[in-house]
């Protein structure tokens, strides 16, 4: 499985919040590959299940979301200038970017912004030139039609990919490489993989995954933040130095202690991320799903999240990839710590 | 006229930097066109027509570009730069920029979550931002770019709309277009037409070319802003897309002649084209450097309304191109003939 190109095909997918169907469908197709025993459900969350065969097994949940950042059209003016909402896209980033509105027919559009030859007045609001009229916008746009950011994935170099929506469709990729390690092996659980919708406004989609799933236990894949020059070194993981092994009050310290127990025996790369609560991943809340399910986050290390060019090493992705592989295996992972 | 619009577009072109659009035009212009480069980077296209003119003139578009140039690599391999001509920075930040290589690099800052709702609010500086081409480290950098290099945004020519064009650069390589155009049709009169460099860093160029040509009368096709957006009240509207050509009084660099300001709309009156006029002083372009050469030179600017000017999504309408053009080929015949 060639994972640059994964990730081209899961990131030039849309799927806004709320609006995942052709994410999912692309994430589908992929995981397709490991199992028959896969579908989207009403909420568009993918779901596959991989199981050993005989005796049954404790579940594991091994998940990543599968929405990403963008805008919300909220009101279309006189002129056809569209008014937008940010779905947690980074609003600096956005002056002068080419957009695709994802209505009844996609359109591409630029965000408004003012020359320097201007003075320039902050209006605080987005908004989005179509090169349509209000008349002539009519039955393609409406209210509630999401926008996303027009970025070609691209290589910087060697192993360094950048694309919008690695958060967290490298998560995604990352599952799915796991996946292919594991193709032919004998496993310690029946696994149950989810691609979950609408994580970005609350994490709803992981909530009735989680639950419909019966997991016993949770592997949560996500992105979390890379060091940057401007950026503070303890508030960051560093890019290609590995998966970064989730450790908090609201995470099940026996799966914390169990991955990095099996990175150091398996010589993964890996690197801890102390946070001080909750982790704002879908961890959050698959383990206070039903009666609560012990649940880790493992993070991919990106730069620039919720931003057009969100940049990850593809090692680090194959790093998570190793030790998803090492937990569900055989000889792999436990609550016995 | 559009298809020669987007390879121009593709071309990159700083200021400093324009040989590449210079070759472009070069391999665009049909043979019985002679030309010529000065010292300065100048493209300078003569072309004989049925009749000497009464009057000298030339048509002048600047071939650069706005963009960036690398002036250090740091120990991480990160690039700082700075902009060549006038970019919000704020326009750059969240994207892909290229070098002639091939070398991409991209512009963030830390995360959001990890700056406070107050610092997000203000605009970002130069100073503060790195262009990150995935090397670890300044020897790894340096194998793909060295300080003095200049950097672009993505082309991203696209057509959108009803009849917009979007891509970088279209300041000033719709006026080099409009220019090429005329070219390669038979004309009445001798032309000279100048593509100039250097426009964006003070409009360097324009004076020596319009200097060695001496021309009687100078007309520049440009760009110019157009803020006829959502939330910016009429008057500081300056111009607006699909209103026509703008011809104005008066610019941040240039007083145009009354004279040659009343002819042109005349003629666009005449032709029926749409034409316009800005409502606001701004901007400026090579008319300040070539009415004040050579002894003094009557310059009136043409130009094509733009939205998002100096941006990687510079937006114009064709018809407005069109009439530009249209009025430029009008201009010159009525100016060569005065």
């Known amino acids: ?337 | 006229m559009f298809d020669m619009l987007k390879e121009l577009c593709a071309c990159d072109g700083c200021s400093g930097d324009e040989r590449g659009v210079a070759k472009y035009i070069i391999s665009q212009l049909p043979q019985d066109c002679e030309h010529y480069i000065d010292g300065l980077g100048n493209l300078i296209v003569t072309k004989k027509g049925i009749a000497v003119p009464k009057n000298k003139v030339i048509l002048a578009a600047h071939m650069d570009e706005v963009g960036f140039i690398v002036t250090y690599i740091t120990d991480d391999g990160y690039l700082r730069f700075a902009p060549v001509g006038g970019i919000n920075a704020s326009a750059v930040i969240g994207r892909q920029l290229h070098f002639k290589n091939g070398t991409v690099g991209v512009i963030g800052t830390k995360a959001m979550h990890q700056i406070p709702k107050a610092e997000r609010e203000k605009e970002p500086s130069f100073d503060s931002l790195l262009i990150d081409i995935g090397a670890s480290s300044r020897e790894e950098a340096e194998k793909k770019v060295a300080a003095g290099d200049c950097a672009y945004f993505e082309c991203g020519y696209t057509e959108f709309g009803d009849g917009m064009i979007k891509a970088k650069a279209i300041d000033d390589r719709i006026g080099c277009a409009i220019l090429l155009l005329l070219l390669k049709k038979r004309l009445p009169y001798d032309i000279t037409c100048v593509f100039t460099v250097q426009e964006e860093i003070g409009t360097r160029g324009a004076g020596p070319a319009a200097f060695s040509v001496k021309p009687d009368y100078a007309l520049v096709v440009e760009t110019t802003t157009a803020c006829d957006i959502s939330g910016v009240s009429a008057e500081k509207r300056v111009c607006g897309l699909g209103k026509g050509a703008v011809v104005s009084y008066m610019d941040k660099g240039t007083i145009y002649p009354k004279e040659l300001y009343n002819i042109a709309f005349a003629k666009a009156k005449e032709l029926e084209l749409k034409a316009q006029t800005k409502t606001l002083i701004a901007g400026g372009n090579d008319s300040s450097a070539i009415s004040v050469s050579a002894g003094g030179i009557p310059t009136l600017a043409l130009s094509v309304p733009c939205r998002y000017l100096h941006s990687p999504s510079c937006v114009i309408k064709k018809e407005d191109a069109l009439a530009t053009a249209s009025l430029a080929a009008a201009m010159f015949c009525e100016l060569c003939a005065k």
Request: proline fraction near 3%; aromatic fraction near 6%; glycine fraction near 8%.
């Open chain 1, 1 to 337: 499985m060639d994972i640059k190109n994964v990730l081209t095909q899961l990131c030039t997918a849309d799927g806004v919040s709320g609006d995942e169907a052709s994410a999912a469908s692309a994430a589908l197709s992929l995981v397709s590959r490991y199992t028959d025993d896969c579908g989207i459900d009403s909420f568009y969350n993918v779901f596959a299940k991989i199981e050993n065969g005989g005796d049954k097994r404790p579940t594991l949940l091994l998940d990543a979301h599968i929405d990403r950042v963008g805008l919300i059209v909220t009101y279309i003016d006189d002129d056809g200038f569209i008014i937008a909402s940010s779905c947690g896209a980074d609003e600096r980033m956005l002056a002068a970017q080419t957009v695709t509105v994802h209505g009844a027919k996609k359109i591409k559009g630029v965000v408004c912004t003012l020359p320097p030859h201007v003075k320039k007045e902050s209006s605080g609001r987005i908004v989005i030139d179509t090169g349509y009229n209000k008349k002539q916008l009519e039955g393609t746009v409406a209210a509630g039609d999401r926008i996303t950011v027009d970025s070609a994935p691209r290589t910087l170099s060697d192993n360094i990919f950048t694309a919008p929506a690695l958060d967290d469709r490298a998560g995604v990729a990352s599952i799915l490489y796991a996946l292919e390690l594991l193709k032919g092996k004998k496993l310690k659980y029946d696994l149950v993989v989810t691609f979950t919708a609408r994580e970005e406004t609350g994490e709803d989609g992981a909530k009735i995954a989680a639950y419909d799933s019966g997991a016993d236990l949770a592997l949560e894949t996500d992105v979390s933040f890379a060091f940057t020059p401007d950026a503070e070194r303890h508030e960051c993981g560093e890019m290609g130095r590995g998966v970064m092994i989730g450790i908090a009050p609201s995470l099940d310290r026996r799966m914390s202690n169990s991955l990095i127990r099996l990175a150091r025996e398996k010589e993964i790369p890996y690197q801890t991320e102390v946070m001080n609560g909750k982790t704002g991943t879908n961890a959050d809340s698959i383990s206070v799903t039903g009666g609560g399910i012990p649940a880790c986050t493992l993070s991919i290390p990106i730069k620039y999240m919720h931003t057009p060019v969100e940049t990850v090493c593809v090692d680090d992705i194959v790093a998570t990839s190793r030790l998803i592989a090492e937990f569900a295996a055989e000889q792999g992972g436990t609550l016995n710590v």
